[in-house]
């Protein structure tokens, strides 16, 4: 009686499991760009979670571009991921210590603790700073947070202790320079020495020059908020203006020659592995699912119907709001916007450079829908002098 009982609940979360599987067609989409701003080349953070410093170091390369008025593409600037990451891991070790663990550590974070690095300690280029100090090819830090996370939830939680001593800063730098290597003082570029923060001045970076934009109504608007996420964990703040507005300060600031660092939600069956992300309606497929019981549960073959553009979700300001207060709308990814294209159908996309490589369709690139971006953006970083007018009248910034 046991094992048929067994059998039967595994049959049932077999059946559910398998319930839940949906395949999603998508027309060949052909897309024609409208407008596009210069971007370094795509990069692959591969297996670790650091799609925070690889979109906004992409974002802070094009701003160089720009601010230098470079033309020449081999002379595209190239920054060191893991000289931000090293920076931001060893700051975090100090927070989570200051509040005896009580803070998420872990490799996310948000594009504004990138620009806190470049602040505080300057940048450096790949060239002088690779990070890669642990045998291979492309980032793998499962080792690394495992071992850092230990340790420093060791030293803010040894039991009895009331007086830390002198060395545990020491112990989280060692773990860092094991993995990651010794983080150079000075470094040549085109036969010019630099520190970090001379680097810094010298390619024109201003990080108290960017803002953050979101739009969530669980705060007043054109007020400034620290969004509640574990990625956040600096607690920096955005300022909250209307998604209408939100997405115009995306437009011009792209129709302006700039480009955006862009934190979202990607978790939507709509963001696809081939450079697509769209705001699937998937109630809609659900009712257009009707057909025979294999293809219930493994799809149709491929070609045989043609596929329409799927029905998306018109996203509004209740929409991000409520998937905000019941978390299928999360911190989950950062990425760069630098474009606009529309498709065969005359619908608007932007222009996203991702952190996974040369991959998908598109080369590592994606074309989001604009309703994808209105409905799963958590934030934008841009330079201020980017924003509208009228915004920045509103949010008091000149």
Same mark, same amino acid.
């Given at each position: 009686?046991?094992?048929?009982?067994? &059998?039967?609940?595994?049959?049932?979360?077999? +059946?559910?499991?398998?319930?839940?599987?949906?395949?999603?067609?998508? %027309?060949?989409?052909?897309? /024609?760009?409208?407008?596009?701003?210069?971007?370094?080349?795509?990069?692959?953070?591969?297996?670790?979670?650091?799609?925070?410093? !690889?979109?906004?170091?992409? !974002?802070?390369?094009?701003?160089?571009?720009?601010?230098?008025?470079?033309?020449?593409?081999?002379?595209?600037?190239?920054?060191?991921?893991?000289?931000?990451?090293?920076?931001?891991?060893?700051?975090?070790?100090?927070?989570?210590?200051?509040?005896?663990?009580?803070?998420?550590?872990?490799?996310?974070?948000?594009?504004?603790?990138? *620009?806190?690095?470049?602040?505080?300690?300057?940048?450096?280029?790949?060239?002088?700073?690779?990070?890669?100090?642990?045998?291979?090819?492309?980032?793998?830090?499962?080792?690394?947070?495992?071992?850092?996370?230990?340790?420093?939830?060791?030293?803010?939680?040894?039991?009895?202790?009331?007086?830390?001593?002198?060395?545990?800063?020491?112990?989280?730098?060692?773990? *860092?320079?094991?993995?990651?290597?010794?983080?150079?003082?000075? !470094?040549?570029?085109?036969?010019?020495?630099?520190?970090?923060?001379?680097?810094?001045?010298?390619?024109? &970076?201003?990080?108290?020059?960017?803002?953050?934009?979101?739009?969530?109504?669980?705060?007043?608007?054109?007020?400034?908020?620290?969004?509640?996420?574990?990625?956040?964990?600096?607690?920096?703040?955005?300022?909250?203006? %209307?998604?209408?507005?939100?997405?115009?300060? *995306?437009?011009?600031?792209?129709?302006?020659?700039? /480009?955006?660092?862009?934190?979202?939600?990607?978790?939507?069956?709509? +963001?696809?592995?081939?450079?697509?992300?769209?705001?699937?309606?998937?109630?809609? *497929?659900?009712?257009?699912?009707?057909?025979?019981?294999?293809?219930?549960?493994?799809?149709?073959?491929?070609?045989?119907?043609?596929?329409?553009?799927?029905?998306?979700?018109?996203?509004?300001?209740?929409?991000?709001?409520?998937? !905000?207060?019941?978390?299928? &709308? /999360?911190?989950?990814?950062?990425?760069?916007?630098?474009?606009?294209?529309?498709?065969?159908?005359?619908?608007?996309?932007?222009?996203?450079?991702?952190?996974?490589?040369? /991959?998908?369709?598109?080369?590592?690139?994606?074309?989001?829908?604009?309703?994808?971006?209105?409905?799963?953006?958590?934030? +934008?970083?841009?330079?201020?002098?980017?924003?509208?007018?009228?915004?920045?009248?509103?949010?008091?910034?000149?």
């Amino acid at each position: 009686m046991k094992k048929t009982l067994i &059998i039967a609940a595994l049959a049932l979360v077999a +059946f559910s499991a398998q319930a839940q599987k949906r395949i999603i067609k998508f %027309p060949d989409y052909k897309f /024609t760009t409208d407008l596009q701003n210069p971007v370094t080349s795509v990069k692959n953070q591969y297996r670790s979670g650091t799609c925070w410093v !690889f979109s906004t170091l992409g !974002f802070i390369e094009s701003e160089v571009i720009r601010i230098n008025n470079i033309k020449d593409t081999t002379a595209y600037p190239d920054f060191s991921d893991m000289y931000v990451v090293y920076k931001s891991y060893l700051d975090r070790c100090e927070k989570y210590v200051r509040l005896d663990g009580n803070l998420t550590f872990a490799a996310g974070s948000e594009a504004d603790d990138v *620009l806190h690095i470049i602040e505080d300690y300057g940048i450096v280029p790949e060239s002088a700073y690779s990070g890669m100090n642990y045998g291979t090819e492309l980032p793998e830090q499962a080792e690394l947070d495992a071992a850092l996370r230990g340790y420093i939830s060791a030293v803010a939680k040894v039991p009895g202790k009331k007086q830390l001593t002198t060395a545990w800063k020491n112990g989280a730098e060692g773990i *860092l320079k094991a993995y990651l290597g010794e983080i150079p003082e000075n !470094f040549t570029v085109n036969g010019v020495s630099y520190t970090p923060a001379s680097y810094r001045d010298a390619l024109k &970076i201003k990080p108290e020059d960017y803002v953050s934009l979101t739009s969530f109504t669980h705060h007043p608007f054109y007020k400034e908020f620290a969004i509640e996420i574990c990625d956040n964990w600096r607690w920096d703040k955005a300022w909250n203006v %209307p998604l209408d507005e939100l997405m115009a300060a *995306l437009d011009a600031a792209l129709k302006a020659g700039y /480009t955006v660092a862009w934190g979202a939600d990607v978790s939507e069956e709509g +963001f696809t592995r081939d450079g697509l992300a769209i705001l699937v309606d998937t109630k809609e *497929l659900t009712k257009k699912s009707a057909g025979s019981d294999q293809e219930h549960w493994v799809g149709k073959a491929e070609g045989t119907e043609d596929v329409p553009a799927p029905k998306e979700i018109v996203a509004d300001q209740e929409f991000r709001q409520k998937g !905000f207060d019941n978390k299928t &709308i /999360t911190d989950d990814h950062g990425m760069q916007i630098y474009g606009i294209a529309h498709d065969q159908f005359g619908n608007k996309y932007y222009m996203v450079k991702n952190s996974w490589g040369i /991959t998908g369709k598109y080369n590592g690139h994606w074309y989001a829908s604009e309703n994808f971006v209105k409905g799963q953006t958590i934030d +934008f970083v841009m330079h201020k002098d980017a924003l509208p007018k009228d915004i920045k009248k509103k949010i008091g910034i000149k």
